[in-house]
């Protein structure tokens, strides 16, 4: 089944400087890499994700890089804010054969805790 | 409020009983999925639904375990005899019909603890 390595798993950045979390992945036929940001107490939010016909996506402060030669993708949050500060989590997942067969179940990492120092 | 909800928040049990979860996903998600997530861990696959039907089952998923999705709209978790391994975070998930598309909407999540 997938694997999927995290790094690093605490990380922390003074307000206003850039944070990026690595990820890699085993399954060749993984397509679909989302990320997620955990609050204390909630359940994961999605902030981004990407497929593998994409290299690159960005939105706002926020990109993902995808490098499926080599199997790892990255989250890059640039101009960090104290409220960035949360446990960020990275996953992949594989498109069934056909409708039906299976899940598009996720493969999570074991997180990223960030924090932002003001 | 549109997004995944979950009943209840929190649980406090003793070993052996037994507990039930509730997950109502986004309107229209024909998709759902439920997740265990431990501390410090990420969230594994447990079970998924399309419709009503249950398609897939993790090897996490013991014989006390049963999810069941009646009509296809909410779901339920069942844990028989908890066990104190079974303290932990459960998750689930919605995500659109569509087969090429799996953006995955997770609720809050049901901390159980088992004494």
């Known amino acids: 089944g997938e694997n999927v390595e995290q790094h690093p798993s605490t990380l922390s950045v003074q307000e206003g400087d850039s944070a990026v979390i690595k990820c890699t992945y085993s399954?060749?036929?993984?397509?679909?890499f989302p990320w997620y940001k955990q609050e204390l107490g909630k359940g994961p939010q999605l902030i981004i994700d990407i497929r593998s016909n994409v290299g690159e996506k960005k939105d706002q402060r926020i990109a993902v890089t995808l490098n499926k030669t080599a199997k790892h993708f990255s989250l890059h949050i640039t101009e960090t804010q104290p409220e960035d500060s949360a446990v960020y989590f990275c996953?992949?997942?594989?498109?069934?054969?056909?409708?039906?067969?299976?899940?598009?179940?996720?493969?999570f990492g074991k997180g990223t805790k960030l924090s932002v120092i003001p | 409020d549109t997004g995944v909800s979950q009943d209840p928040r929190h649980k406090i049990t003793k070993r052996g009983q037994n507990v039930t979860f509730r997950c109502d996903p986004i309107s229209e998600h024909n998709r759902l999925y439920w997740y265990r997530q431990t501390l410090g861990q990420g969230p594994e696959f447990l079970t998924y639904f399309q419709n009503e039907a249950q398609l897939e089952k993790s090897r996490l998923l013991s014989d006390r375990f049963s999810a069941e999705r009646p009509k296809g709209s909410f779901s339920t978790l069942e844990i028989q005899r908890t066990e104190q391994g079974d303290s932990a975070m459960y998750l689930c998930?919605?995500?659109?019909?569509?087969?090429?598309?799996?953006?995955?909407?997770f609720g809050p999540g049901t901390r159980l603890t088992v004494l």
């Open positions: 998930a919605s995500s659109p019909s569509d087969f090429s598309y799996n953006e995955q909407f």
């Open positions: 399954d060749s036929a993984s397509n679909y």
């Open positions: 996953a992949a997942s594989r498109k069934p054969p056909y409708s039906g067969a299976g899940s598009y179940q996720l493969t």
